[in-house]
């Protein structure tokens, strides 16, 4: 009975990991994206709906792809051997948001070199974040 319990413990701190990865993916692409657009000149505290225009398409990118490459069905969604899974997903994730923003449901566009910058900075923030929490899991280990 122990062994049960246990297992059912392990499941639900897998899926809390699993629930926490996903949410931070999703706050960094959309941070990203945000920045751009502060960057760029754009108020998202007087703007709205335009930032969240501006958003959408590459959350909704990332969702998609990482749902269909399995991302958060791992049994370990962050690690070393989630990082190649991760830049493959990202570069299919930003491309999909790219032809959603250039789509006539979205305003903006994508020209030349933002699919150069979204693709770049969104690999070094995704990786980044899970090469520091697993160093910070192998140091905890």
Known sequence: MDTAVQTGADDRATDRERLATG???????????????IEHGGNPLSEPIASLETITPFVVGWLAVALLAGIYTRDRPVGREAFRL????????????????????????????????????????????????????????
Request: proline fraction near 4%; hydrophobic fraction near 60%.
């Open 23 to 37: 949410g931070i993916d999703v706050v960094l692409v959309a941070g990203l994206v945000l920045l751009g657009r």
């Open 86 to 141: 991760t830049a493959v997903t990202w570069i299919a994730a930003a491309n999909v948001g790219l032809m959603l923003r250039a789509s006539p449901l979205f305003t903006g566009g994508a020209t030349w070199p933002f699919p150069l910058v979204i693709t770049g900075f969104g690999l070094f923030v995704l990786l980044g974040w899970r090469l520091g929490y697993t160093l910070y899991l192998s140091a905890t280990d």
